[in-house]
């Protein structure tokens, strides 16, 4: 997200030298002094809740309609080579050139909050009865490429059913592991660890959200998120929190990462969408890797609003400005 060198220079201190708040609060707004993002420009809806989502039924029809995409697939080595995990290293290369120190068996989620049937459970137990099935997504990187990818995964809803939200659940909190044995870059605070992401409630039991557990037929790779992740195409990529280890049901807007550390460049929609800007870049084109060469320099393509999602998720945003709640 931020340059590789601001990173590295402004942030790259072992969270153990970190002493006390002041510090960080200081390295805080150094970055943001940095990243030239006027302190006035800070979410002021951050804390403030947006209404309440429109009550809107999807057909089995419309939402299969997005499952599948005809254009050209992002080859397996770009995908998995051209990353972002941020607990591997802050570089697009460092992820796949790790260590494979992440040990993705056993694997257990915790799942709580605003449900009938918290508990922590094994990733099989999780999956039990659900089959994988693939869904070829367009993918859009806040930072202007994309990818087409074929990912293996569950549809989310059937997974938080089984844990029978209550009427309060109005949101879900997804957590990643944050372990400095298994993730080494954990030891330096290029994010305030561990990762954190959210969606509305109805967005996570919509039918086009799963938690991909494979991509081109195979389980997923260390550096794409293995054991589980969640992958939302119609929201910029970094709302696809890799290797998920909790889960909650929670009445309010969730805190997430990339929002906790830059308010004002991340909100908690991050809809893909053309007609709101990064506030340091346009986003109104992208560079699609994909084809044989995975041209990293292909021509810029004009972005869609939702990603090209509007017809099967365009309705759960009736009535919300999508400025304000970017
Ligand atoms: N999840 C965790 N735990 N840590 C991360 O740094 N990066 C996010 C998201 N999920 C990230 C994460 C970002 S910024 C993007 S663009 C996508 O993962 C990238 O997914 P990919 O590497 O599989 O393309």
Request: glycine residues 6%; charged residues 25%.
């Amino acid at each position: 997200m931020f340059p590789r060198h601001v990173l590295r220079d402004a942030l790259r201190i072992p969270a153990a030298e970190v002493t006390d708040e002041t510090v960080y609060r200081q390295r805080r707004r150094l970055l943001t002094a940095l990243v030239g993002t006027p302190a006035l420009a800070l979410s002021a809806c951050s804390r403030a809740e947006p209404p309440a989502p429109p009550k809107v039924a999807i057909t089995p029809a419309q939402a299969k309609s997005g499952f599948r995409t005809d254009e050209e697939l992002t080859r397996y080595q770009d995908v998995t080579s051209y990353n972002n995990f941020y607990e591997f290293g802050t570089g697009k290369n460092d992820p796949s050139r790790a260590p494979r120190t992440l040990r993705t068996s056993p694997w257990t989620v915790t799942v709580g909050g605003e449900c009938a049937k918290p508990g922590k459970i094994s990733l099989e137990d999780l999956l039990k009865g659900l089959k994988p099935e693939e869904r070829i997504y367009r993918m859009r990187c806040v930072e202007g490429w994309s990818m087409v990818i074929p990912w293996l995964g569950v549809p989310l809803a059937d997974v938080l059913k089984k844990f029978e939200p209550t009427s309060k659940a109005k949101y879900v909190a997804f957590t990643s592991l944050a372990d400095p044995k298994q993730m080494p870059e954990v030891r330096y605070r290029s994010i305030n660890w561990p990762y954190r992401e959210g969606l509305r409630i109805d967005e996570a039991m919509h039918p086009l959200t799963i938690l991909a557990t494979g991509l081109y037929g195979k389980a997923l790779p260390q550096q794409n998120g293995a054991p589980l992740r969640l992958v939302v195409p119609w929201k910029y990529g970094f709302k696809g929190i890799k290797s998920i280890i909790e889960i909650n049901f929670v009445e309010t807007m969730p805190e997430t990462a990339w929002h906790d550390l830059q308010p004002s460049e991340y909100g908690f929609f991050s809809n893909v969408n053309p007609n709101v800007d990064h506030p340091r870049w346009s986003q109104k084109t992208e560079r699609r890797i994909a084809g044989k060469t995975g041209n990293l320099f292909a021509e810029r393509i004009p972005t869609r609003i939702f990603n090209g999602y509007a017809p099967q998720v365009a309705s759960l945003y009736t009535g919300l400005d999508l400025k304000k709640w970017f």
